[in-house]
């Protein structure tokens, strides 16, 4: 018997996990890895645990565009997902219904323990692990088995838990929801490098799902994020149009620290605008593609450690 | 008076000179600096010539797509250029026609010199020049003219005048028509280092054209190209899905020799295809986004000396 028993977080087995593809339809290594284990789960599949691989925007994936109507990763909100209209509504809010329907409801006891969703950016970012709570103990755990089966290579933690800039994810229909985004790869592309990092972190995930249900105990452990501060936006002019590009001394350098007086966007005339916040940051999503119509170049983060509790099946 | 007098190719002063933009509606470099040059035109005017910047698919510019109903840089066919039907014709022939009755006619005396049109790719292709015809004297020395311009920087020289491959572009409208290719950029993203590169570009070949009106002779000289030679598809299954990527060590290589037994795709489940050519050939157009529904991950071409002629103003 382990010695954390008296603290650790009693939970139940994690028997019900998806992984979702196609939340954005041009993000081709998420969408490839879903297709492929659609055909054949096998290698998702782990002791005592039914993996669903799912295509959520089967109609986006099939234009290779990022939404139909409007932008399936935010349409997760309780006042979409009880609106009267069914398929007269948008049709990615019909479909998050749908979605809810066969993964949640969402916040119920019914719901999924476990969604992965799998997303492809075009920034720097490498491989990043998306979490919407610093509370959840369960994927804290996972998160810190995850770094730890892959170094020395690096997979970082975006904790996003920020009141204004949380969105309504696909994912937070389950219980423990996890965002998995890994770039640099261009919309419409799938890059191999991309697409087999993509597919080690789900391996390691779900072994880390086999394990919990398997009575193994995690004992406490602290866990590294980079906690959404700010969105920041490109330089525009009265009209709204941009008039700066994110500095070559910035672009590709999500991760790594901004400081006051470092040149952050370049204008289209030659000058630099620097940064002028009160002390360091850590950008990341710079340059992304489908944030441009979201007005924002890069967002800011801050590091932090968080401490995982020890995690125990009930 | 030059030696090259009596050989010299004389042609009428180029004094009709566009540069398109979006023509391509979510390639972000080319769509900005016309739609910077549409405000100021200062930049790109030069003595005796007047240059006319010009957003070819503001349809797709608008929606950052490639095109709205078909690839505008497919459509100027002698067919599509005579349809009838006005604007009932699917959007882009529709556009062929106006952009042909305000750059053309496509072959008539009265076209324009020179059209420059502005492209991004998703493939790490550096500065590429885009050439229709190894026999255009004038193009020739313009690109001798830029390449030593930017030396020590590299910029290649693309020759497609393929029977089968060689399509009807937007250019193509113009006497001498100049695609530029500028990567690897994701579609719509705009970065400062090939927003910069596409700029500088067009300074060298704006300067070339305001010599050749004022009288340079420009020597003889010879000219490295890399003829299209044919079209790569992905692996696909009997049912048309693709079922390999680029391989990682052909990844990013454009330009580079791939020899026959060199890794060229890497299957889903891991396995290695090799290229299988008689010959080394140097692949191009590596991955790019909009050549999934084309069937190609990449050309490969030839490298290949041609000689341009002395040219001169009659
Ligand atoms: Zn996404
Ligand atoms: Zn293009």
Redesign the pocket.
Known sequence: MSSYNNNSVRLNAATKVAVFGG??GN?MSGVTLVNLWMKNSNEIQRKGVETKPFITNPKAVEKCTRYVDTDL?RAFTAENLSAPGGESLPYEVWRAQEINNMFGPKGSPEAYDVIFDL??TTSNMGCTLILESSKDHFNLQMMNYIKKALAPASCLVLLNEHPLLKYSTSRSVAKHPVGLEVGPQPQGVLRSNIFDSMRVIIKHALDFIELFNEDVEFPPCTVEVFRVLERVDYPRDANGNIIAMVHPNLQDCDWEPLNPGDPMFQTFDGKTIHYQGPGTVYPTFINEAAYYEKQQAFVTTKRETLVASAVKKS
């Open positions: 939340t954005h993000e990763n997303h492809n």
